[in-house]
Structures are given as C-alpha cells and as structure tokens.
C-alpha cells in the first residue's frame, strides 16, 4: 500500500495537533535496553556495570555504509547530479540513500516512483530506519533509467547509476562500516570509560557473542518474536490481532490507546479502518491487513500474505530468538560452537539445538506456515556464535564516543556496543544526555556529513521539533 507525501504530511500535521491536545498521551519512560528487556529476546548474561550509552539522538548519529563482496564500501554522501546511466545491460544498478525511513519502506516507495513493482527492486540486506544508511539496489523492468536521478524524495535520494547484467540479491555483502556517536549521560563514575576502553581492547582481541539484537525484534515494540512464534504455532488469526492490539510500554501512549479501541470491535473490520485510516503511515501494515478482512472476514492467512516481507521478518525474529537463547545457554556451560544452525531449515539436525525451547513453544518443526507462506525462504544457514569486529578509530569525549568500524554480514553493531554500554534510545531523551549536535565524521577526521545534512533539512528538522523519530 503507497503512501503519498500528501498523506505523510496529514498525518504529521494530525499528530502534531493531537500532541498539543493531549500532551500527556506523548510521554513515556526514557527506552533504556536494561537486562530484562534483553531475556525477553533470549540474551541472558550477566553483563555487569555498564556506563549508559544513549543512541540516535538523530539520525545522522548512526551511519550505516554497505560494504560489497567485493570490499568496495557504498558511502552515504551526495553525489553530483546523475547524467545517463552507464554501462549495459537489463538491470539497473545504484545506491540508496536514506534518512528516517526503513528500507522496506523505502523499496515501496521507489517502486510506485519508477513505475515497477516492489519484486523487480532487490537489495542485499536490510538497513536501520532510524539511521542515516547507503546500500545497492537493483531494479528491474526499468524502461527509463535516468527517471532515477529526478528524484526528489524527503528521505532518500538514489546515485551511480548504472547497468548491469543479474540482481542484487539478500547476502550479496560483504559487511556494514558504522559510524556512530554514542551520547554519555553525566556524571559518569570515574572508571567508567576506562572500563569501557578495557573491554573495547579485550573484543578486539577475541571478539563478542553475536547475538541477534532488539532491532531485529520489531522495534518499538519489540513483538516481531512473539508474532513468529504464534505464526509458527499456526494461530494466524491470533497474530493478526496480537499485531493489531498488543500494547507495549515503548509505543507512545497515543497509539496504545488506538490498539486498545480495536479490542472491543474485534471483527468489525470496517470501524477497525476508521479507527486507523487517520494515520496511513504509522498503521500502514495494520490497514493492509484490515483491508482484506473488510473483503474476506475471516481470511486471516490470506490478509498475512499481503504483507510477505514482514511474515518473513516476524518467523525470522522467532529464528533469531531461539539463536539467542540457545547461546546464552551455551555460554553458562563454557562450551560454545564457532556456529550455529538456524531453525528455518528443512533439515531435522538443525533443529536439534532448539527442542527444549521449541517444546517449551509448543512449536513442532516443519512449520505449516512454511507451506501457507512460500514467500518464505527456508534454508540450512550456519550462523556464526562469535564475532570479530574491524576498529577504524574511536574518539572519547566528556559526553560522548564516535565509533567507526566495519562488522561483516550477520552481525550488529548494536551487539557490538552492548558490551560497552547500556544502551538507550528513543524519546524523551534520559536525564544527563548532552543534545548537542554531532559531525561525527569531523571529530574523526573523516570528511564532515554538512552536504548530506543539508539534502535532508526537511526529514531533520522534524527531529528537531521533537516529533518522537520512533514512530514517524
């Protein structure tokens, strides 16, 4: 379903006369990744102090740049004004440069820009919404090439434009080069960002435990694992109203109310719309669901499918759950393979570390929805338990560190940082938080991000009037 600028900016305008109403729908506790938010997605250690480390203050705080098989890293800058493409063949390659927008989003929009359905886009794997990120894209079908470079979107812009023979497919990476300004909150204990420089030293060293992190859980609300596992147990209908109304302390107030409205008309699909419809981008998933139940009631299989890439991302995160509390286990006994197989597999001996959780689940293997869902892709995938990760450079300030380092395929920085820090995002920002604004690439001495800022001034100056970035 495309959302047009028109109604993003009703939307914003709606939210902003909703929050000077009701101010006090639009406040919630600080979004701090203490240990019990960390056991909910299956990473259970024992992490000890941490001196908090706040992210994202704005996008442009955390940068993610891919990194291609062939080590050529994609960056996020402008880029002159793109003339015709160059080279030959059937597939349009370019990067992908966006603000403030998932890349999911961003594919559907593009899309419905150039005239070719979301399927002819590919990109080699996702990047952070809250983020300003680089990444290919291919596309395919694409009669008029140089239409790309007229593109004037809020949130991204796409260069080097080119063509090319094949398509950028999921994994065709190498890794991920991260910037990122990590904002301390003050007073920090004397020892704190010693302690941090010593850890910092031991993973370069021997590497940090590759957990999959919230991110990969859905955020804000950090139900992606809950809703594969339903899915898993084949309780499409559940799912769909575990999406559709489940609460979460990390959403604004504003919104859990509206999922709270839908409880008591369960069913009556069209006032489950007019509940909605007032904000097409924050429920646009919602609507697409409610919209085929309008057409067919009880079809709840059918309304999941309209929605393939999140059901992939939902079982993923369910994979991914089971990934991490198997490696918790693994490190308490201090026998921990280099790998790990993925559940998502056909083959019964990858799902062998899993029965005790899948049994406690009440999950059997192979799913059903595999078959209800072929979208899905199931295949025996090897994920590595034990990362290493490439420091470029690290700059401590009084509040606050810039990292720069590059992490290969199937690692977040996220996990990365968490044995540094106690990490914390979102609104409103925790108590002794510096806002100041951040070049990162100027304090590493790297070149300064003031061009790309500036294309982005629009998609900025909304973080800046505090429109609660989490659930744009």
């Not at 952070?128 to 894209?137: F, G, K, P, W």
């Not at 960002?193 to 010593?198: E, H, K, M, T």
């Not at 059903?368 to 401590?396: G, I, N």
């Amino acid at each position: 379903m495309i959302i047009t600028p028109e109604e993003r900016e009703r939307e914003q305008a709606l939210f902003q006369s909703e929050r000077q109403k009701y101010p006090y729908l639009f406040d919630r506790p600080p979004m701090i990744d203490a240990d019990e938010v960390l056991r909910d997605v299956g990473i259970d250690m024992a992490w000890g102090m941490r001196p908090m480390g706040y992210l994202r203050l704005m996008p442009q705080d955390f940068i993610v740049e891919e990194i291609d098989a062939q080590k050529n890293i994609h960056t996020a800058d402008t880029a002159p004004p793109a003339g015709g493409a160059v080279g030959e063949g059937q597939t349009t390659y370019a990067d992908l440069v966006k603000i403030g927008v998932s890349a999911l989003d961003a594919k559907a929009r593009l899309a419905h820009l150039v005239g070719v359905s979301e399927h002819d886009i590919g990109f080699a794997g996702l990047k952070d919404r809250a983020a300003l990120t680089s990444q290919r894209i291919s596309i395919q079908n694409l009669k008029h090439p140089d239409i790309l470079g007229a593109i004037n979107e809020d949130n991204f812009f796409v260069k080097n434009i080119r063509r090319g023979k094949a398509v950028v497919a999921p994994g065709d990476l190498w890794g991920n080069r991260f910037t990122i300004v990590v904002r301390l909150a003050m007073p920090q204990a004397p020892s704190a960002v010693s302690d941090a420089r010593r850890t910092m030293d031991e993973i370069n060293e021997s590497g940090f435990w590759n957990f999959f992190y919230l991110q990969r859980f859905g955020t804000p609300r950090l139900i992606s694992h809950r809703l594969g596992r339903l899915l898993a147990r084949g309780e499409y209908e559940l799912t769909v109203k575990t999406f559709l109304t489940h609460t979460s302390p990390r959403e604004l107030p504003y919104f859990m109310e509206i999922r709270r409205k839908l409880l008591p008309i369960w069913g009556d699909w069209k006032a489950i719309c007019k509940e909605i419809d007032a904000f097409p981008y924050h429920f646009h998933l919602e609507r697409s669901l409610v919209r085929h139940l309008a057409d067919h009631p009880t079809d709840f299989s059918g309304a999941l499918a309209t929605i393939p890439d999140q059901v992939t991302l939902w079982l993923y995160a369910y994979d991914s759950s089971l990934f991490n509390r198997a490696l918790s286990a693994l490190i308490k006994t201090e026998t921990v393979p280099m790998a790990l197989p993925l559940a998502s597999s056909f083959s019964p001996r990858d799902w062998e570390p899993y029965q005790e959780y899948l049994h406690e689940d009440g999950v059997s293997l192979p799913l059903h929805a595999w078959r209800d869902f072929p979208f899905v892709r199931v295949a025996s995938r090897m994920w590595p338990t034990l990362q290493l990760v490439e420091l470029h450079d690290v700059v401590f300030h009084d509040r606050f560190a810039v990292f720069s380092f590059s992490l290969p395929k199937g690692a977040y920085a996220t996990s990365y940082l968490m044995n540094l820090f106690t990490l914390a995002s979102g609104l409103p920002v925790p108590d002794g938080i510096a806002a100041d604004p951040v070049d990162a690439r100027k304090l590493l001495g790297a070149g300064s991000l003031d061009a790309v800022l500036q294309r982005f001034h629009t998609v900025l100056k909304r973080y800046r009037q505090n429109a609660a970035p989490a659930e744009e």
